[in-house]
């Protein structure tokens, strides 16, 4: 355990994470998977676009939001960017969504999603 550092768990299998644009104040929504040694992103959604926020070319739109799969699908960790200057993320867990300074404060800066392995 690195010092200084925090961690939480959260037992789950499956997760969404949603943010707002600070500037185009467009909900973004990904969902996730837990996989053996990574994250497996599954679908990603956009509540509208903007300023560098363009939906891919392959990306549906179902009642005004644009339904989209990513490229890159597994991530041995996903690094999130945190600010006391927007709105932290959500974190989803069986349709229940909670800020992410539920769990670790925003002032602890960059936190890191990783799928804890048993050993």
């Given at each position: 355990?690195?010092?200084?550092?925090?961690?939480?768990?959260?037992?789950?299998?499956?997760?969404?994470?949603?943010?707002?644009?600070?500037?185009?104040?467009?909900?973004?929504?990904?969902?996730?998977?837990?996989?053996?040694?990574?994250?497996?992103?599954?679908?990603?959604?956009?509540?509208?676009?903007?300023?560098g926020m363009e939906p891919?070319?392959?990306?549906?739109l179902r009642g005004g939001v644009w339904h989209?799969?990513?490229?890159?699908?597994?991530?041995?960790?996903?690094?999130?960017?945190?600010?006391?200057?927007?709105?932290?993320?959500?974190?989803?867990?069986?349709?229940?969504?909670?800020?992410?300074?539920?769990?670790?404060?925003?002032?602890?800066?960059?936190?890191?999603?990783?799928?804890?392995?048993?050993?």
């Amino acid at each position: 355990m690195a010092a200084g550092a925090l961690h939480a768990f959260v037992a789950t299998h499956e997760f969404t994470l949603a943010w707002t644009h600070s500037i185009e104040k467009v909900r973004w929504e990904e969902d996730y998977r837990i996989a053996s040694d990574h994250l497996e992103i599954v679908e990603a959604r956009i509540r509208g676009s903007g300023a560098g926020m363009e939906p891919p070319p392959d990306a549906v739109l179902r009642g005004g939001v644009w339904h989209y799969r990513p490229r890159a699908r597994e991530l041995p960790v996903l690094l999130l960017a945190r600010s006391t200057y927007t709105s932290d993320y959500e974190l989803c867990v069986e349709g229940t969504c909670r800020p992410l300074s539920h769990w670790i404060p925003v002032a602890a800066g960059a936190t890191q999603l990783t799928p804890c392995t048993r050993r």
